[in-house]
């Protein structure tokens, strides 16, 4: 059985986006190994909703999860 | 041995559960509800507030059960299914003075020479996610308080989030079958340590709606009530690996005993608590949509043609719902709402249509929110008064709010 690895787990309070204008902006928190996080300063839609800029506690995780298809997306459950 | 402990759960039971002595329909004024067991502690809260409301005193009398069968009593009125078993009420403060969330209902027998069907039904989630059909013409719909759900471990976890992507495999395929697939999500690698509710429940349907996995396929075990939940992970034999759904507010009245993970939803870059952190209670991130797993809680009552059958009970769901009502009650609705730890609507920066479905940002008509947080945490808006006034927003209840 091949354990699962959690690749990374930050535990931080990610301060709220700058407000010089951007959109989209460094969360300020960032996953080593991966491109930095973003956030939305002015969200419209629901992903830019879920990823605005919050100065909430925020925690990143990306686990590695062998069973995805190769492009990621989940398969289909069991019958 | 056996004549002790029967004794002692004798004793046990007869404390908890008050014998039943009186007939619901003498209470003064009964309400009669049926409602999911996460409104429980919004029952007790405002049932012992409206027994003591003197401009219109109300007895909530009611019963649990889950949503879905909730919906089917309200829109079917099928006799088989009318409410025969004993009721709850809270008491007033000249009956127990010292009686809180915490304590025990009182109980009443219901009336018995017809069936019984509720004033009020209570679906704590979308009614679409139980029924595609319509309400009759006979039930009026009303959106209450908005309901947060949690999955949540026994206190000492190491664990701290769950994204989407690993509840819908643990959840949908099962830490068994994940095994035998070399593809184990630790902890949570116990199939006998995932506690879920029954297809009907509000919780395990708001959760299938949010992870992609239908609730006749979840992995685990499926449990009646809330309490069963808590429960079996607070006596975990393998605590590591406990996992369980729960509604928030029964997460909040037991912080002491279990631990809450942030959940990162699909194409959500990180995973964040109903709260804005993970000792507060302000549900910041349920209000402004980082948290993704909350339901509106939908208050039904009967109606004939656009009046309602029963005003009291149409009086007690505008109360639950935020809007105004005549008389005016000597209480605020709306704080009991908040500490009972559901969200007004007037507090909700965020709505969806349909269970799980996409955020779209929201303004409610008036805000309550700097009196929300200052209620269930800390408000750091702006106070105010007459001589006081805002420099921007609106002076409500001492602050000044946004809208």
């Given amino acids: 059985m091949r354990a699962v690895i959690f690749a990374i787990l930050v535990f931080a309070f990610a301060p709220a986006c700058g407000d010089d204008g951007d959109t989209k ?24 909703i879920i990823n605005a800029c919050t100065t909430a506690q925020t925690i990143y995780k990306h686990p590695t999860l062998p069973l995805l298809n190769a492009d990621g997306s989940l398969p289909a459950l069991p019958q | 041995m056996k004549r002790t402990f029967g004794l002692a759960m004798g004793i046990a039971l007869a404390t908890a559960s008050p014998a039943v002595a009186v007939n619901c329909v003498d209470l003064p004024n009964p309400i009669y509800l049926q409602v999911g067991d996460t409104q429980l502690n919004l029952m007790k809260a405002l049932g012992r507030k409206l027994r003591d409301n003197t401009p219109k005193p109300i007895t909530l009398v009611w019963i649990t059960s889950g949503s879905c069968s909730n919906i089917d009593l309200m829109y079917n009125h099928n006799p088989a299914t009318g409410i025969t078993l004993t009721m709850s009420y809270a008491p007033s403060l000249a009956e127990q003075a010292t009686f809180t969330t915490a304590s025990t209902p009182l ?114 075990t499926m449990l009646n009530g809330s309490p069963d939940v808590v429960s079996a992970l607070q006596h975990s034999s393998d605590p590591k690996a406990a996992i369980g759904i729960l509604g928030s507010e029964v997460y909040d009245g037991l912080r002491d005993q279990l631990t809450v993970l942030a959940f990162r939803a699909f194409h959500q870059y ?132 946004e809208l």
């Fill in chain 2, 107 to 220: 109980s009443c027998t219901p009336p018995t020479a017809a069936p019984l069907f509720p004033d009020i039904g209570n679906s704590a989630l979308f009614t679409s996610a139980c029924t595609p059909n319509a309400p009759p013409a006979t039930v009026n719909l009303t959106i209450g308080p908005r309901q947060g759900y949690v999955l949540a471990m026994p206190k000492g976890t190491f664990e701290t989030a769950i994204t989407a992507e690993e509840a819908y495999f643990v959840f949908g395929f099962g830490p068994t079958m994940l095994a035998t697939l070399g593809s184990a999500i630790g902890p949570w690698i116990d199939e006998n340590q995932l506690w879920i509710r029954t297809v009907t429940k509000s919780t395990l349907l708001a959760w299938a709606a949010n992870i992609g996995v239908p609730a006749g396929k979840f992995h685990g």
């Fill in chain 2, 270 to 401: 990180a995973a964040y608590y109903p709260d804005s952190t993970v000792t507060s209670r302000d549900k910041k991130n349920l209000r402004d949509g980082h948290y993704t797993v909350w339901s509106p809680t939908i208050w039904m009552d009967n109606v004939n043609g656009t009046t309602p059958v029963n005003a009291d009970a149409r009086y007690v769901i505008d109360m639950i719902a935020g809007h105004p009502v005549t008389p005016e009650p000597n209480f605020e609705p709306n704080v009991v709402i908040a500490t009972v730890g559901l969200v007004p609507d007037c507090a909700m920066r965020v709505t969806r249509t349909l269970e799980g479905g996409p955020l779209s940002l929201y303004k409610p008509p008036t805000s309550c929110t700097c009196k929300f947080e200052a209620t269930v945490d800390v408000s750091t808006c702006q106070t105010c008064s007459a001589s006081t006034p805002c420099a921007t927003g609106t002076c409500r209840d001492g602050y000044c709010e």
């Fill in chain 1, 25 to 48: 902006k460094a969360a300020g928190v960032s996953d080593a190994g991966a491109p930095d996080a973003s956030c939305f300063t002015d969200p419209m839609t629901h992903e830019e």
